[in-house]
């Protein structure tokens, strides 16, 4: 069946670096790549999606690159703050007619001051 | 707008017990979506909604019920509460079912003794 699978799982970047995040999907048909940022004690929010039909998008701080030969599709963050300290899931929204999304397992990032 | 809203922020249930988690979004969307969400394990999809009056399962949908009388509400049952059912659960809802990103309620964490 269709997964995702994203790595690290844990990642501590010192203040200022910058943090790269992976998911790798298996449905090559699958068009839409979401991703969330989750603080501690609340639900998760959507910070940056791409879409199939190209294969990079920034917004200020956060980028995010699909590689749809490889099957994958990065989060990029830049400039880390403090503040950028949460977890983050990466999202495939698979290619059925009513995109049940599937998640990946988070990544717990820490930025060290 | 309040966007997505969940009750109860935390609920202690008995094996056995049932009880409703609510979940009302004032955006108009018409797929609302219940997942729970383990250590180590992400996101995992209940039960899904495409409008009022459409309902269907997810991946872990045992032991759970939905209705969608309204655009509006999409409340999860618990019919006979388990151990195994402890879990943090978050209902989101997206404008359609076209590939868009989710809005997340702030989540209900629930214990099961």
């Known amino acids: 069946g269709e997964n995702v699978e994203q790595h690290p799982s844990t990642l501590s970047v010192q203040e200022g670096d910058s943090a790269v995040i992976k998911c790798t999907y298996s449905d090559s048909a699958s068009n839409y790549f979401p991703w969330y940022k989750q603080e501690l004690g609340k639900g998760p929010q959507l910070i940056i999606d791409?879409?199939?039909?190209?294969g990079e998008k920034k917004d200020q701080r956060i980028a995010v690159t699909l590689n749809k030969t490889a099957k994958h599709f990065s989060l990029h963050i830049t400039e880390t703050q403090p503040e950028d300290s949460a977890v983050y899931f990466c999202?495939?929204?698979?290619?059925?007619?009513?995109?049940?999304?599937?998640f990946g397992t988070g990544t717990r990032l820490k930025v060290l001051a | 707008n309040a966007g997505v809203t969940q009750t109860p922020k935390f609920q202690v249930l008995k094996t056995g017990q049932s009880m409703t988690l609510q979940c009302a979004q004032d955006?108009?969307?018409?797929?609302m979506s219940w997942y729970r969400q383990d250590p180590g394990m992400g996101l995992r999809l209940i039960h899904y909604s495409v409008g009022a009056g459409i309902t269907d399962q997810g991946e872990v949908p045992n032991g759970y019920n939905v209705s969608r009388s309204t655009t509006e509400d999409f409340p999860l049952r618990l019919l006979s509460a388990a151990p195994s059912q402890t879990s943090v659960y978050f209902c989101?809802?997206?404008?359609?079912?076209?590939?868009?990103?989710?809005?997340f309620g702030s989540g209900t964490r629930l214990t099961v003794v």
């Open positions: 955006m108009n969307h018409e797929y």
């Open positions: 989101a809802s997206r404008r359609d079912t076209l590939a868009y990103g989710y809005t």
């Open positions: 999202a495939d929204s698979g290619t059925s007619g009513t995109y049940k999304y599937i």
């Open positions: 791409i879409r199939s039909n190209v």
